[in-house]
């Protein structure tokens, strides 16, 4: 049979329900509806069937039970070619359910500003259930759960009735809906139960939001996803080619950094590294004293802005190959020139888009799963150990190269300049050898060292990293400190004459 025999609709979006509706009874499907969206149906003329109608069951509890009902779930469970099945129907008096169409209580929007009774409430059962059994008997009943199926659905039972893959991947994608919406539901509840230790469960939901260009090399395939209940949707103002996976790596790397800073600020970002960030009274500077930074690594490298993105700048992009850009608005007056770079992407994208959805920051490696978090409470005042205190503009340049280093990739050194990033040596297995890099790089760039600042993302082992340094001209350091050697190296800026500034607390990021 093409069209259903009934079709049974309960739903908390009742967008395009009505014209959903009036297709399937002119084909003469019956409809039944629970509680509002049976109102809603009746208020427009369409033909309708009450659910307590059918079961002869009025709905119970103020409505937390009105689905729940064997003359429900047989007629959607019932198996079309098992006699047995059909034969218990017929005693009850019930014909089969070939369609069921649910929308579930919008948890993941209203919850989290709800007290925990408010949050409960919103908890979608009888939805669930109507969807899992239909997705179950997919051989028999299309289950839908989005009102954007709407336009398919009836395409497909105009065209003669869908063809069992649509009905498999109907199911998938309807059971895939269910696990995230339970899995937004632990995740609430587990955040209000936080305490200081992690979690004996973190459940996690991902739902697809697009298919990415290519992951991290050019024959794997990739998508683009976003935990269940957070906002996480991809401005892309202008697609010259598809987003890969490499380029939302690099995006959100040089978004985070360039919304550390208040002031206008550009940040380049280069396989996940920065190699450019710059604050200046506007953008434009900030971006052509970012560029100065490393231009060399900066081609093909992905850029951010913590400022509208305007005409200047974009004209000023015109010369650089640049992968991507992003900034938190993109104005009408900067579009013709960013356009006019045929394979660019720019993406409208600030702080709320990058921040994390939770307290705990998750990696997935293999088999397992990584939790931390930062810990709550004001951080220790950074100390001066050395004989010598920073200047006022030294200090400025240590409080901005410690905001670069921590994004870096440990082992990390950053020299900087006041707000302005020299270089930057990373990912090295040894301390000495991040400073050496960053030192090689600042050469390279031809940038004059002698008086400037570096930041080390963890202490130093051994007095032989600012050694280095203090030979290269730089009069001031901060790190961490905690090393056994931490007199030895103290000892050493002393005899160069550094300052020399312990936070007490390390930004590896491995």
């Given amino acids: 049979m093409s069209w259903p025999r009934a079709a049974l609709l309960s739903l908390s979006d009742k967008s395009g329900v009505i014209e959903f509706a009036r297709a399937l009874t002119s084909h003469g499907t019956r409809v039944l509806a629970s509680g509002g ?92 259930a109507l969807l899992r059994a239909a997705a179950k008997n997919f051989a028999d009943v299309i289950a839908v759960h989005d009102v954007r199926q709407y336009e398919e659905v009836l395409r497909a039972l105009e065209s003669g009735g869908p063809t069992r893959e649509q ?40 739902e697809r939001v697009r298919a990415l260009r290519y992951g991290e090399n050019p024959h794997q395939m990739a998508a683009l996803y976003r935990r269940s209940g957070a906002p996480a949707d991809l401005h892309a103002e202008h697609e010259g080619k598809g987003l890969s996976f490499n380029n939302l790596a690099d995006l959100h790397a040089a978004v985070s950094l360039v919304c550390a800073f208040e002031e206008p600020a550009c940040v380049i970002v280069k396989h996940g590294e920065p190699c450019g960030v710059a604050v200046a009274e506007n953008p434009l500077e900030a971006y052509r004293a970012a560029l100065r930074s490393d231009e060399l690594s900066a081609f093909g490298g992905v850029l951010a802005f913590n400022r509208p993105l305007g005409r200047e700048v974009a004209e000023a992009l015109s010369g650089q190959f ?28 600030g702080p709320a888009d990058v921040a994390a959805p939770g307290e705990w920051d998750v990696r997935l490696i293999g088999p397992w799963g990584l939790l931390q978090r930062e810990e709550a ?14 200047s006022a503009e030294e200090l400025r340049s240590l409080r901005f190269a410690w905001r670069v280093v921590a994004a870096a990739r440990s082992n990390a050194a950053v020299i900087a300049r006041g707000s302005w990033l020299l270089a930057l040596g990373s990912g090295q297995t040894s301390r ?31 007095a032989d990293g600012v050694e280095r340094a203090a030979r290269a001209g730089i009069q001031a350091v901060v790190q961490p400190g905690g090393s056994v050697r931490d007199p030895e190296v103290i000892a050493a800026c002393d005899a160069h004459d550094m300052a020399m500034l312990l936070t007490d607390r390390r930004v590896f990021r491995h």
């Fill in 377 to 390: 409470g004001p951080v220790a005042e950074w100390r001066c150990v050395t004989r010598r205190a920073p």
């Fill in 167 to 206: 009905r498999r991947r109907w199911a998938l994608e309807t059971f895939a809906r269910t696990a995230a919406y339970d899995a937004a539901i632990g995740a609430e509840l587990a955040r209000r139960a936080e305490g200081p230790e992690p979690p004996a469960v973190h459940v996690i939901g991902l």
């Fill in 432 to 462: 000495v050898d991040a400073v050496e890099v960053a030192l090689m790089k600042a050469g390279r760039a031809s940038h004059d060292v002698k008086g400037a600042a570096l930041a080390s993302d963890g202490f130093f082992p051994f």
């Fill in 37 to 128: 969206t049976a109102t809603h149906l009746e208020n427009a003329g369409v033909p309708v069937t009450r659910v307590e109608e059918w079961t002869k069951s009025p709905e119970m509890l103020g409505g937390r039970v009105k689905t729940l009902h064997p003359h429900v779930h047989a007629p959607i469970l019932a198996r079309r070619d098992e006699p047995g099945d059909l034969e218990a129907l017929a005693e009850r008096g019930v014909e089969p359910i070939d369609l069921v169409a649910v929308t579930l209580y919008p948890f993941e929007e209203r919850a989290p500003g709800l007290d925990e009774a408010g949050a409960v409430e919103e908890i979608d059962i009888g939805g669930v």
């Fill in 322 to 349: 640049v992968e991507c850009v992003a900034a938190p608005e993109i104005e009408r007056a900067g579009e013709p020139a960013l356009a006019a770079k045929k394979n660019l992407r720019v993406v409208r994208m």
